[in-house]
């Protein structure tokens, strides 16, 4: 039982006391940031799931040994029944120069690449189009590019590149140093919309793609250059930054004739580094990945077929990180009310000490004196986890328009959307995560009050009458 | 003397100060009668204040027995002696003690929220309302309900202590020095006020004074010097 002076007087002291307000709001500011930040912190990684997801295929088959056909892996993966698409990949690093940039970058610079204009790393990707479209987000990728860059030329293979197009670049572009007419089109590469912005690329141009690879020359290998040219045929954009920012895909048959693989050799092969695999929907994907990386085990030894979450374990692991670090940041705001809280209940105690002499010599017992200062306690953090909880859920709902009004009226934009590609700010609300959170400031509000409380509790009563 | 209310029998009482005990009461035997007001005199330091903490139960003795009603209650679990004091034994100080954020009124009502829940008490609250402004008005104080401690004079203040030592209908009230922090005016009335309650409602009173008159017009007197009785 609560005995009725407990809570009137807790009431009537909390009322008496301005600075209680103090912890009331330290409460609520520290509620209102763990559900604000903690919502678009949510929301942000549910974007950055969802462009995972959309960017990556539902298994990968990868860790194949340098000789992988993919008629034979494709045989065997799809002999699951729960594998509904396979694509071919083939992966290999290079660089590339747009065509014309990089003698007049060489001149002004005596020789030394250093403008991201003139040349960049990439990260080729050769894949089949058509499998692609039916087994991965690929038909997204190319709306999005289109609507941030340049649509492709050929909608329904957007790796097919139009001479017309080509000589049509040739001719708006022309300058001093670019050759003349073409015989005939280079294969169409597929930049994202992003890169083709930051190193100014255009629809049909021409892109002067190098790498290298061995070549077994009995007793040694050599590592030999290999040049080609391709031609931009459109935009991709799969909204994974890291994706976006270092992939270049191309004609898987394209790449498989740099690293050597000519389709007019008798002893060429498919060549493929991944396999991309569509599951069944409804079937789980960790199932059907272990059970294709068992079918697979014969055939090649090394390889893993991963989950998209697998694929993408690291960048998932340090976003969930940076979000644990935020929670942990912001429960030290909670901290610091909570010892404003305690500072302020102390303080009363002391200066309530004759009071609580009184009390007793009327008849209050320990656990009454106790719960005056606990209910004062948690009076303050029910008020500020109420208070936080409405203005973080209002703040999380308005916070778009609060970030425009920001914008528009300060000139200062609280989460800079363009930064993150984003069109609004992303948020998310879970209401498990808000109920943790109220009851927690509840609770370290509690204990908070409880300390200076159980000093109140165990004072002797004699002294607590004579306190001046 | 009427049958003892409230007894002290054989009461020590030591503090201890770093590794000495000081005593305090050595072996004191004290008793109130039903409706007594019995003055307790004393030059400072002979103990007084130490045999009113320990006969309310406040400060527990280090020997020898505290009794209610001839039963021992110093050694009761400490709710019990709570409940014992908050429904016997009320207690008035030189400097009233009131609780300075509540008004006249509500200090009185406080009384009435010892042993009660809030919905219990919200339950009652009009007829305990009603208790509490009929002790205000026994008191003299009619006009005075809403007003704040520190609007009060001192005689105001004391009368406010009373009514709500009295609010529990205790049998026996002890007062520290209840007349010492005011005028002879002041204290004169509120003596008279004590004399009359004491009459009117058969409540005892353990009186610690200075005062040789006003001990004079109380029941029995009883003298104290180096912690023990000596009258």
């Known amino acids: 039982?609560?005995?009725?002076?407990?809570?009137?007087?807790?009431?009537?002291?909390?009322?008496?006391?301005?600075?209680?307000?103090?912890?009331?709001?330290?409460?609520?500011?520290?509620?209102?940031?763990?559900?604000?930040v903690i919502a678009v912190f949510s929301g942000f990684i549910s974007e950055i799931r969802q462009s995972i997801r959309i960017a990556t295929p539902d298994?990968?088959?990868?860790?194949?040994?340098?000789?992988?056909?993919?008629?034979?892996?494709?045989?065997?993966i799809r002999a699951d029944e729960d594998v509904v698409g396979t694509a071919p990949r083939l992966r290999h690093h290079g660089m590339y120069f747009p065509y014309g940039r990089l003698g007049q970058h060489l001149q002004q610079t005596r020789g030394?690449?250093?403008?991201?204009?003139?040349?960049?790393?990439?990260?080729?990707?050769?894949?089949?189009?058509?499998?692609?479209?039916?087994?991965?987000?690929?038909?997204?990728?190319?709306?999005?590019?289109?609507?941030?860059?340049?649509?492709?030329?050929?909608?329904?293979?957007?790796?097919?590149?139009?001479?017309?197009?080509?000589?049509?670049?040739?001719?708006?572009?022309?300058?001093?140093?670019?050759p003349g007419p073409l015989l005939k089109a280079?294969?169409?590469?597929?930049?994202?919309?992003?890169?083709?912005?930051?190193?100014?690329?255009?629809?049909?141009?021409?892109?002067?793609?190098?790498?290298?690879?061995?070549?077994?020359?009995?007793?040694?290998?050599?590592?030999?250059?290999?040049?080609?040219?391709?031609?931009?045929?459109?935009?991709?954009?799969?909204?994974?930054?890291?994706?976006?920012?270092?992939?270049?895909?191309?004609?898987?048959?394209?790449?498989?004739?740099?690293?050597?693989?000519?389709?007019?050799?008798?002893?060429?092969?498919?060549?493929?580094?991944?396999?991309?695999?569509?599951?069944?929907?409804?079937?789980?994907?960790?199932?059907?990945?272990?059970?294709?990386?068992?079918?697979?085990?014969?055939?090649?030894?090394?390889?893993?077929?991963l989950t998209w979450e697998q694929q993408n374990r690291v960048f998932l692991g340090a976003v969930d990180q940076e979000r644990g670090m935020m929670k942990l940041i912001l429960f030290a705001v909670m901290l610091v009310a909570a010892f404003l809280i305690y500072s302020t209940l102390h303080m009363t105690v002391t200066q309530k000490t004759r009071d609580i002499g009184v009390l007793t010599s009327m008849g209050a017992a320990p656990p009454g004196i106790l719960r005056i200062f606990v209910l004062?306690?948690?009076?303050?953090?029910?008020?500020?986890?109420?208070?936080?909880?409405?203005?973080?859920l209002l703040s999380a709902h308005y916070l778009n328009d609060i970030n425009d009004w920001s914008r528009?009226?300060?000139?200062?934009?609280?989460?800079?959307?363009?930064?993150?590609?984003?069109?609004?700010?992303?948020?998310?609300?879970?209401?498990?995560?808000?109920?943790?959170?109220?009851?927690?400031?509840?609770?370290?509000?509690?204990l908070a009050a409880w300390l200076p409380a159980r000093r109140a509790a165990r004072m002797d009563p004699v002294r607590a009458l004579s306190h001046e | 003397m009427t049958r003892p209310i409230l007894e002290a029998r054989a009461v020590t009482k030591s503090y201890a100060i770093g590794s000495r005990s000081i005593p305090v009461l050595r072996g004191v035997d004290l008793a109130i009668g039903e409706g007594e007001v019995v003055a307790l005199l004393g030059a400072s330091g002979a103990g007084k204040s130490t045999l009113l903490h320990v006969l309310g139960l406040l400060d527990p003795p280090t020997d020898g027995q505290v009794l209610f009603e001839g039963k021992p209650v110093h050694n009761l679990p400490i709710r019990e002696r709570a409940h014992l004091r908050h429904r016997q034994i009320g207690f008035v100080f030189q400097f009233y003690h009131l609780i300075p954020e509540l008004n006249a009124l509500e200090n009185v009502k406080l009384g009435t929220m010892m042993d009660r829940s809030l919905w219990s008490w919200l339950k009652d609250r009009r007829a305990l309302d009603e208790r509490a402004r009929e002790l205000l008005r026994t008191v003299g104080l009619t006009e005075r309900h809403t007003h704040r401690p520190s609007e009060l004079s001192g005689g105001e203040r004391q009368r406010v202590a009373i009514a709500r030592a009295?609010?529990?209908?205790?049998?026996?009230?002890?007062?520290?020095?209840?007349?010492?922090?005011?005028?002879?005016?002041?204290?004169?009335?509120?003596?008279?006020?004590?004399?009359?309650?004491?009459?009117?409602?058969?409540?005892?009173?353990?009186?610690?004074?200075?005062?040789?008159?006003?001990?004079?017009?109380?029941?029995?007197?009883?003298?104290?010097?180096?912690?023990?009785?000596?009258?």
């Open chain 1, 1 to 36: 039982m609560i005995p009725a002076y407990s809570g009137f007087l807790a009431l009537r002291y909390l009322r008496t006391r301005w600075v209680n307000i103090l912890g009331t709001l330290g409460v609520a500011v520290a509620v209102w940031a763990l559900i604000v």
């Open chain 1, 59 to 76: 298994l990968l088959a990868t860790g194949f040994d340098a000789e992988a056909s993919f008629e034979e892996l494709d045989a065997l």
């Open chain 1, 112 to 178: 030394m690449v250093t403008s991201p204009l003139a040349f960049d790393f990439v990260e080729l990707v050769g894949i089949d189009a058509e499998r692609e479209k039916e087994t991965t987000g690929f038909r997204t990728w190319i709306e999005k590019g289109a609507a941030h860059g340049f649509a492709p030329a050929v909608p329904d293979d957007p790796l097919e590149v139009p001479v017309a197009l080509e000589e049509k670049w040739r001719r708006e572009a022309r300058q001093p140093g670019t």
């Open chain 1, 186 to 305: 280079s294969p169409g590469v597929l930049v994202s919309s992003r890169r083709a912005r930051a190193s100014q690329l255009d629809l049909g141009q021409q892109l002067s793609v190098v790498t290298a690879r061995f070549v077994d020359r009995g007793e040694d290998t050599d590592l030999v250059q290999v040049r080609r040219y391709f031609t931009i045929s459109g935009c991709f954009e799969t909204n994974h930054q890291i994706l976006d920012e270092t992939t270049a895909l191309v004609g898987i048959d394209a790449l498989r004739e740099m690293l050597g693989q000519h389709p007019d050799d008798p002893f060429a092969i498919d060549l493929v580094s991944d396999v991309a695999i569509r599951v069944r929907p409804g079937a789980d994907p960790a199932t059907v990945a272990a059970r294709v990386q068992a079918a697979l085990l014969a055939a090649q030894p090394g390889a893993t077929v």
């Open chain 1, 376 to 392: 004062s306690g948690g009076v303050i953090g029910v008020a500020g986890a109420v208070l936080g909880v409405v203005s973080g």
């Open chain 1, 408 to 446: 528009a009226k300060l000139g200062v934009e609280l989460f800079p959307t363009a930064l993150y590609s984003l069109d609004q700010i992303p948020y998310e609300i879970e209401p498990g995560w808000v109920t943790q959170v109220a009851v927690s400031a509840l609770a370290i509000t509690l």
């Open chain 2, 166 to 231: 009295l609010i529990a209908r205790p049998k026996v009230i002890l007062a520290d020095e209840p007349t010492g922090n005011l005028d002879s005016e002041t204290a004169a009335g509120v003596l008279e006020l004590l004399f009359r309650i004491n009459r009117e409602e058969r409540v005892a009173f353990l009186m610690v004074t200075h005062d040789e008159r006003l001990a004079d017009r109380c029941h029995r007197v009883v003298r104290m010097k180096d912690g023990v009785v000596v009258s």
